[in-house]
């Protein structure tokens, strides 16, 4: 499994969320408008906004069907405790 990390932009981004690519997958742009493919993530691949510092965060768009799983904050320590 992999993990790409994106910083979020303050008043935007994921809140510092984890999404997971369930399936399909998703197309990771640069952030200034470019249109410029950084990556693609694919199924079991995920990406958050806790990594980095930067101030302004990629768009991550579906390329094609996709389904993506989000976990917030409280989600991920509720699955800590259950172990």
Known sequence: MRRAGFPDSPGRGSGGAVHRVSDGAVQVDRPDGSHRVLEYLHAREFFDGVLGGGVRSPNV???GKCE??????TDLKRASRVR
Do not use: C, I, T
């Open 68 to 73: 993506l799983v989000k976990l917030n904050r």
């Open 61 to 63: 768009l579906s390329a």
